[in-house]
């Protein structure tokens, strides 16, 4: 494991159990995770090529009502939430929060999360 990839799983793993998250992973925009704490139950390929996919479309729908970059898009579920943010050119951050959140408050946190793996990732090039 290189230590870009050790860093950001501990940032990945800081973020578990605080303000409800429960899992989160970083992925490329082609959809290849490249850091991840999820439970076993969650499948990383599948989950990392769809929300890829959403943040893309999310990005579209944005672009189409008068010109407006999307920052986070989020899926509501009956017990959790999805937030997807970019992070760079290159990566997102996906975080998965439980339903009891009030999540217009965790939007400042993903991004302040994202701003934080950015560097880790500057640095890291």
Known sequence: MTATRASLEGILEG??????VVASTV???DGIPVA???PDSVNLEVLALRTAFMQGLGELVMESVEGEEAETVIIVATQHYILTTPIDERNILVVVLDRS???GGMLFD???TAGTIRRVLE???
Do not use: F, K, P, Y
């Not at 973020?15 to 409800?20: F, S, W």
């Open 15 to 20: 973020l578990r159990g605080t303000n409800g």
């Open 27 to 29: 992925i490329s925009r």
């Open 36 to 38: 991840s704490d999820l």
């Open 101 to 103: 959140v009030e999540v």
């Open 110 to 112: 993903v991004a302040e």
């Open 123 to 125: 640095d890291g090039s």
